[in-house]
């Protein structure tokens, strides 16, 4: 069974451009989540999706981050512009469903550096 | 108050040795903990979970819950030098929210 896809692996810019991640759960897979993991600290939720529809964004700085998840799959996260404090893993996982009983699947991740 | 927050490390064990990780947690209201490792470059992999007061054994890993004090452990015995990782503990917060602690980094020394 494939595991959850994440690209770019990878990601240098300077500060006050933009990137995109994207994210490719596990199929079947309702649930979608971004976390943001900055270097010593544990994983911070950004979004929670369940199919298209978002259940948390508390965490995202919505002035600069949008994440969106077209057709229930996969998913995106865009920084607009970014700062040097966005230098993190950005860590899509996903979970059969909104409950939380069962396992999060986690991707590589993508890492971050803001110059 | 943090809403998981778990004891400060770094915690270096000799081997063979028992590792004991400790996390408090905030909402009262919290049904589900979990226990996640993360090994340096990696992405963090599930563990164990519990979701009733008492011990729950897992070959030689007992997660500890006690609602009352708010209060999740991880036990490893016997530990191995492949048990070195971060150990994050996990609490679902309100509407499934999965709130992770900061980590606890172990070291087992050979």
């Known amino acids: 069974e494939a595991g959850v896809a994440q690209s770019p692996r990878y990601k240098i810019i300077e500060k006050r451009q933009s990137v995109a991640f994207w994210c490719n759960p596990i199929?079947?897979?309702?649930?979608l989540y971004w976390y943001q993991q900055i270097l010593g600290q544990g994983p911070k939720l950004l979004i929670q999706f369940q199919n298209n529809g978002v259940v948390d964004d508390s965490q995202l700085p919505k002035d600069r981050f949008s994440a969106e998840r077209l057709k229930g799959v996969d998913s995106t996260l865009k920084i607009q512009p970014a700062k040097l404090e966005d230098s993190a893993v950005y860590l899509c996982?996903?979970?059969f469903g909104l409950g939380n009983t069962g396992e999060l699947f986690f991707g590589e991740g993508s890492r971050l550096t803001v110059l | 108050q943090k809403e998981v927050e778990q004891n400060s490390g770094p915690l270096s064990v000799p081997e063979g040795a028992i590792a004991s990780l400790n996390c408090t947690y905030s909402?009262?209201?919290?049904?589900?903990f979990f226990w996640y490792r993360q090994y340096s470059g990696k992405s963090p992999e599930l563990i164990m979970f519990i979701y009733s007061n008492g011990d729950k054994e897992d070959g030689r890993f007992t997660a500890q819950l006690n609602k009352a004090s708010q209060y999740v452990s991880l036990l490893i015995r016997d530990s191995q030098p492949s048990d070195s990782a971060t150990y994050l503990c996990?609490?679902?917060?309100?509407?499934?929210?999965?709130?992770f602690g900061q980590g606890t980094r172990l070291t087992i020394n050979p």
């Open positions: 199929s079947g897979h309702a649930t």
């Open positions: 996990a609490v679902v917060q309100g509407a499934q929210k999965l709130v």
């Open positions: 996982a996903s979970s």
């Open positions: 909402d009262r209201g919290s049904q589900s």
